[in-house]
């Protein structure tokens, strides 16, 4: 049967349509006035003033690399994430160490983090599953005692906090993504947050080919608008006016999605409480995205196979990394996640789903387990 009710489906109109249209008009789609307003948007949303706009949370993930001057030596790191958490560290010529997930948010576990640190150890990577954020307080501690820099990817937690502090400003640096499924969605996009002036006027250039002035920068001089200088090896890492344009009106809109993916958790978690499955847990000192709705479930894979059948999408997020054939080299003991990786589903969770969609997914799910 084809599929009626996508797994994902960004949550765009008119508005955004609108804001590409300004671009067109003024015939500035790459890197120009548009990205930066974007920057100053979304950074007095989380509350920092050093937001650099980019293509991707991979690119920003990266950049956190460069910016933090880890070359090598051991990250501890989750298992259970996009590959990008883990193949940043790969592009920086360090090791992925991995440390078990806790099984009730699937955030990594700051008891195994603890065993994983040795001398080699440089840097923890901290991943706020579905927009949950890990317990960055025990994290914190560790960094510190250790003399370790916490990376925060926050590719699901635009809008997240943890008792108060907004996701991406309690490690050293945070990491976005402002992908279509996101819950600021723009197609592609990112963002790197880091600390100090001096680090974010270094991100800037990093992100632009290790230029020192933007073309916007240089359009806008009357002399010598040509001239730049590279001071350093630089990657074509930055966002662009297109996609910081609907990202504008998705900022706008931020708090609205969070609280219709809010209220949709709650109906499913209401309708499945007697069932087999069991969802993940929202602590009461943080806030969360609510990005992706994902239980544990008996006989998963025939769930899966029988919500395909009544045209229902859904997804596994996510296949645990070290179970690919690059990572098979840092393979460990790690039975949570791969408890998790053998049991979670994602059911659809986006603010477009009507009620009588999220109805038809409730009743497939507890037709099938006899309910």
Known sequence: ???????????????????????????????????GEFEKAFGEYIGSPYVVGLNSATSALDLAFKILNIESGEVITTSLTFVSTNHAILYNDCTPVFADVQPDTLTIDPDDVRRKITPRTRAIMAVHYAGHPAEMD?????????????????????????RGQSAGLI???????????????????????VRTQEQYERAMRL???????????????RSYAWQYDVQELGYKYHLSDLSAAIGLVQLRKAEQHRLARERIWQVYNQAFADLPVVPLAVHDDVKTTYLFYVIRAEQRDNLMAALAEQGIGTSVHYYPNHLFEVYRPYTTSLPETERAGDSIITLPCYPTLTDEQQAHIIAAVRTFYGK
């Open 207 to 221: 992100r632009w080919c290790g230029i020192n002035r933007s073309t916007w920068e240089r359009a806008k001089g």
């Open 138 to 162: 025990a994290l914190t501690t560790l960094a510190r005692e250790h003399n370790l820099a916490l990376i925060e990817d926050c590719a699901h937690a635009a809008g997240s906090q943890y």
């Open 1 to 35: 049967m084809t599929t009626q009710i996508p797994v994902f489906k960004p949550a765009v109109g008119d508005e955004e349509w609108q804001a590409l249209r300004e671009c067109f008009e003024t015939g500035w789609i790459g890197l120009g006035p548009k990205t």
């Open 171 to 193: 490690g050293d640096v945070g990491c976005f993504s402002f992908h279509a499924v996101k819950n600021i969605a723009m197609g592609e996009g990112g963002a790197l947050v």
